[in-house]
């Protein structure tokens, strides 16, 4: 268990609303991401974070912002939420060294955009 | 050919059965590759890295073969509880980027 949490773990919004999506950790990672997850496609990288106030982005970034204040917190901003935002949000952690690429995910937000 | 690419599935497979997935990749630099196991409507979780030709863990085996560019899983004595759709993961750059890429998936169901 790598002490991951998601708030909120389910939510519907409607278009054009901001949304935004917590997760917390509590075992002082240093690297954080957020992925969503769609069928027909892998787990994408949205934003991922090596370390408070540094972020950057991933593959799929356009309409979405991130901001980590605080080692345990990465937040995901919808900036104003469309339909094609309708997904499943993972938030994972790594860690330096010999497993970096390995990924310990939290529980998951299932988001619907109306 | 895509970067990660998975045996669609499903896969239906008896109980007690020996079954094997294929994943093949395109990036010939990656060093390192994961397989994870994903229950329906739960996280991914880590289920086996594989740094050199192979490894292997009790039932399942994770196999690699660099000049073909593939990796595979294998599960012997298939039981009830390894339903679930299995993940492929091959890292973008070299050994330590932080961008990996995840195939789609292959679903296995077990069949008592």
């Known amino acids: 268990d790598a002490g991951i949490t998601q708030s909120p773990r389910h939510k519907v919004t409607e278009t054009g609303t901001p949304v935004t999506l917590r997760c917390h950790q509590t075992e002082n990672h240093r690297y954080m991401y957020w992925y969503r997850q769609d069928p027909g496609h892998g787990l994408r990288l949205i934003h991922y974070?090596?370390?408070?106030?540094?972020?950057d982005k991933g593959e799929v970034s356009d309409g979405y912002s991130v901001s980590r204040s605080k080692t345990e917190d990465f937040l995901l901003t919808l900036e104003s939420a469309t339909s094609s935002q309708t997904s499943v949000y993972f938030c994972?952690?790594?860690?330096?060294?010999?497993?970096?690429?390995?990924?310990?995910f939290g529980p998951g937000t299932r988001l619907t955009v109306l | 050919r895509k970067e990660v690419e998975q045996d669609p599935g499903p896969f239906n497979v008896p109980e007690g059965a020996t079954v094997a997935f294929n994943c093949t990749y395109s990036?010939?630099?990656?060093?390192?590759f994961f397989w994870y196991r994903q229950d329906c409507r739960k996280e991914p979780k880590l289920l086996m890295s594989?740094?050199?030709s192979g490894n292997e863990d009790g039932r399942f085996t994770a196999q690699l073969n660099r000049a073909s560019q593939y990796i595979s899983l294998l599960i012997r004595d298939s039981k009830l509880s390894d339903s679930a759709t299995y993940l492929c993961v091959v890292p973008r750059g070299n050994f330590g980027n932080e961008k990996l890429t995840f195939g789609t998936g292959t679903r296995l169901t077990i069949i008592p």
């Open positions: 974070s090596y370390g408070v106030k540094d972020t």
């Open positions: 990036n010939s630099a990656s060093q390192s």
């Open positions: 994972a952690i790594s860690e330096p060294g010999l497993n970096t690429d390995t990924r310990y």
């Open positions: 594989v740094y050199s």
